[in-house]
């Protein structure tokens, strides 16, 4: 169960990045993935708590909504060379399906955590 809202919240950002700079509004996004205003709502709060994306308070056809917009995420090669994988002792060792897999790696998930976190709030 837990994997399916994963999937979905991972459709939504897709369909919300794609939408590019004019973002997309709530309610034409819900119709898209075939959700509930209340369901989509809780993916959309947790996508904007996870600093993906943001929510714009928006007046349309006489009701006030939000517009989605996917925030950028710059990667530049410092915010990347202390990737755990570079100097990993069991990378020869490592791929999906394997006893050490980045799918599961928790350097690499913890490491994700972090660069996600140090770019929080950057647009
Ligand atoms: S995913 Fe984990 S185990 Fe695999 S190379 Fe990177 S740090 Fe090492």
Redesign the pocket.
């Known amino acids: 169960m837990a994997r399916k809202h994963e999937n979905l919240e991972y459709k939504v950002l897709q369909i919300i990045k794609e939408s590019g700079s004019k973002g997309i509004l709530q309610s034409q996004l819900w119709k898209k993935i075939n959700a509930t205003s209340r369901e989509g709502s809780r993916i959309s709060l947790k996508l904007e708590k996870a600093g993906l994306v943001e929510r714009i308070r928006e007046l349309h056809d006489g009701k006030w909504t939000y517009k989605l917009i996917a925030k950028k995420r710059l990667l530049t090669i410092d915010s990347i060379m202390d ?3 570079v100097f ?1 002792v ?2 020869n060792k ?1 791929g999906v399906g394997s006893q ?3 799918t599961t ?1 928790k ?2 998930s913890e490491w994700l955590e972090k660069i996600s976190y140090n770019h929080q709030g950057e647009t």
């Open positions: 990737i755990p994988c990993c069991d990378q490592c050490f897999s980045p790696c350097k690499l």
